[in-house]
């Protein structure tokens, strides 16, 4: 390509890079072998355009236009016939190269998070918040919430897991509610109080524990026990109700 068939186009460059890949680009040529004197003429011209419309241009095009220069000067000094060994010669244009094939993958990845930020909608978090119009007010000492209850059972169900780890084969046979009742109002007459933790040690299985948890829900609805903790996630009390409510 002759000076004087290229075609300036002045869009908004970001640096001396961005023009030489322009060049680079626009005409196919190989980032690898850069045809130097072709390049520089063609970005001297360019400048020269810039100059000639009174834009104002920053000293690192100028600085790139010396390099240019400087690497297209190398290409002409003499070879040196003196020397017997010639070792392999480093190529001037080698540290260029690397320069503008680091820019074009940087622009490459900033396109790329460009186009994803206009694709993907902008989302926030928002921290959960309370209505003002709600009062929460305190559960009364002794009382337990069915969350409280499920959490309890759950670690139950652990260490019966942790003292009886699962087979490959497991077979769960229904327990009665009727027996796990009676076990634990035999329990309470012998003791006024005891440890549901305790009471689900002497279980064999799953099946059994969720009768025994069971059967304290059908006790406590029937108000012949109380059901107390001592602390979050703690061990059940379970406590004898006499005929008259003591």
């Given at each position: 390509?002759?000076?004087?068939?290229?075609?300036?186009?002045?869009p908004?460059?970001?640096?001396?890079?961005d023009?030489?890949?322009?060049l680079?680009?626009?005409?196919?040529?190989?980032?690898?072998?850069i045809?130097?004197?072709?390049?520089?003429?063609?970005?001297?011209?360019?400048?020269?355009?810039?100059?000639?419309l009174?834009?104002?241009?920053?000293?690192?095009?100028?600085?790139?236009?010396s390099?240019?220069?400087?690497?297209?000067?190398?290409?002409?000094?003499?070879?040196?016939?003196f020397?017997?060994?010639?070792?392999?010669?480093?190529?001037?244009?080698d540290?260029?190269?690397?320069?503008?094939?680091?820019?074009s993958?940087?622009?490459?990845?900033?396109?790329?998070?460009?186009?994803?930020?206009e694709k993907?909608p902008?989302?926030?978090?928002?921290?959960?918040?309370?209505?003002?119009?709600v009062?929460?007010?305190?559960l009364?000492?002794?009382?337990?919430?069915?969350?409280?209850?499920?959490?309890?059972?759950?670690?139950?169900?652990?260490?019966?897991k942790?003292?009886?780890?699962?087979?490959?084969?497991?077979?769960?046979?229904?327990t009665?509610?009727?027996?796990?009742?009676?076990?634990?109002?035999?329990r309470?007459?012998?003791?006024?109080?005891?440890?549901?933790f305790?009471?689900?040690?002497?279980?064999?299985?799953?099946?059994?524990?969720?009768?025994?948890?069971l059967?304290?829900?059908?006790?406590?609805?029937?108000?012949?026990?109380?059901?107390?903790?001592?602390?979050?996630?703690?061990d059940?009390?379970?406590?004898?109700?006499?005929?008259?409510?003591?």
């Open positions: 390509m002759n000076k004087s068939n290229l075609t300036l186009e002045l908004n460059f970001e640096g001396p890079l023009l030489l890949l322009h680079i680009q626009s005409q196919k040529i190989d980032i690898y072998d045809p130097i004197a072709q390049i520089t003429s063609q970005y001297l011209e360019y400048l020269k355009r810039m100059q000639s009174n834009l104002q241009l920053a000293g690192e095009y100028f600085v790139m236009s390099t240019l220069l400087r690497i297209k000067s190398q290409y002409l000094l003499p070879q040196n016939d020397v017997d060994e010639i070792g392999p010669e480093e190529d001037p244009r540290e260029l190269v690397q320069q503008l094939v680091q820019y993958v940087f622009k490459k990845i900033s396109a790329y998070f460009k186009e994803r930020n993907v902008i989302t926030v978090s928002k921290e959960a918040s309370v209505s003002k119009s009062k929460v007010q305190p009364p000492e002794g009382q337990i919430t069915s969350d409280e209850l499920a959490t309890t059972f759950s670690m139950v169900l652990r260490r019966l942790l003292r009886r780890p699962d087979t490959a084969s497991i077979k769960v046979a229904e009665p509610i009727t027996e796990m009742i009676t076990f634990l109002q035999q309470l007459t012998r003791k006024k109080c005891v440890s549901f305790s009471c689900a040690d002497q279980m064999q299985n799953v099946s059994d524990v969720i009768g025994l948890f059967a304290m829900l059908e006790l406590c609805k029937k108000h012949e026990i109380h059901v107390s903790q001592a602390r979050e996630f703690g059940l009390n379970l406590e004898r109700i006499d005929v008259n409510g003591k």
